[in-house]
């Protein structure tokens, strides 16, 4: 089974530095996507960036940027310019190509200090 | 993006009885639905896969006797707590992909969306 491990319960950063986020997972796999949610106070789960396996270019979204690394089974998320609005939880995911459900890493609570 | 949600929002209960929480998504036909829940301060665990006009999928260690699950229309699922225990007391969440057009085939990129969670205390 897929595990996902986020070694970071919680981080924390200065407004309108940079945080980076870890995460890497286990699979035998080779086809699957990854993604990064954030989940907010209101426990509303919201898509940050996902990534495909197959392709080598990190996805990027605005101040939001992935570093994959498909080898050492990788992917973590960087914070540019870190807004207050951006505290909150966020899960690292793991889905496989071929079966719908979604897997999730424990969590990273980041924390935007003024 | 699309829209789900989930009634009711937060419920409160006697230990024993039973409670269902629906999960609708308002814009497009789900033929699958997701149920996850998430003790405080800690990660989604899914829990069931809920296929439109078939049984659920449980995941291990998912009493599915307890946790009834029924996904009677595209637009609609339900778990069913049965006889709660304060145990049971979490977070559930229920999520949905939209499936490509004619197809009805989920494309694994596609996003998940969340519905807002309904909190069951069980007492």
């Known amino acids: 089974a897929q595990t996902v491990t986020q070694s970071q319960p919680e981080m924390s950063v200065q407004e309108a530095e940079t945080v980076t986020l870890s995460c890497t997972y286990d699979?035998?796999?080779?086809?699957?996507?990854l993604f990064w949610y954030k989940q907010p106070p209101s426990r509303q789960m919201i898509l940050v960036i996902r990534?495909?396996?197959?392709?080598?270019q990190n996805a990027t979204e605005n101040r939001f940027s992935v570093n994959f690394q498909k080898a050492a089974k990788s992917f973590s998320l960087k914070i540019s310019d870190s807004q207050l609005g951006d505290a909150a939880m966020y899960f690292c995911?793991?889905?496989?190509?071929?079966?719908?459900?979604?897997?999730f890493g424990a969590g990273t609570r980041l924390t935007v200090k003024p | 993006g699309a829209v789900v949600s989930q009634h009711p929002s937060w419920v409160i209960c006697k230990s024993g009885t039973s409670v269902k929480i629906e999960c609708r998504s308002l814009?497009?036909?789900?033929?699958?639905m997701f149920w996850y829940r998430q003790f405080p301060k800690q990660s989604l665990m899914l829990m069931a896969t809920?296929?439109?006009?078939?049984?659920?999928?449980?995941e291990q260690g998912v009493e599915k006797d307890k946790f009834l699950i029924n996904h009677a229309s595209l637009t609609l699922s339900t778990l069913t707590v049965t006889s709660a225990h304060p145990e049971d007391s979490s977070f559930y969440i229920c999520?949905?992909?939209?499936?490509?057009?004619?197809?009805?085939?989920?494309?694994?990129?596609?996003?998940?969306?969340f519905g807002p969670g309904t909190r069951l205390t069980v007492l």
């Open positions: 995911a793991y889905r496989s190509a071929w079966c719908n459900d979604m897997r």
């Open positions: 809920s296929n439109e006009g078939s049984k659920a999928t449980y």
């Open positions: 999520s949905v992909t939209s499936p490509l057009p004619w197809t009805g085939w989920v494309d694994p990129y596609n996003e998940q969306f």
């Open positions: 814009d497009f036909q789900a033929t699958t």
């Open positions: 699979t035998s796999e080779s086809d699957y996507y």
């Open positions: 990534q495909e396996a197959y392709k080598q």
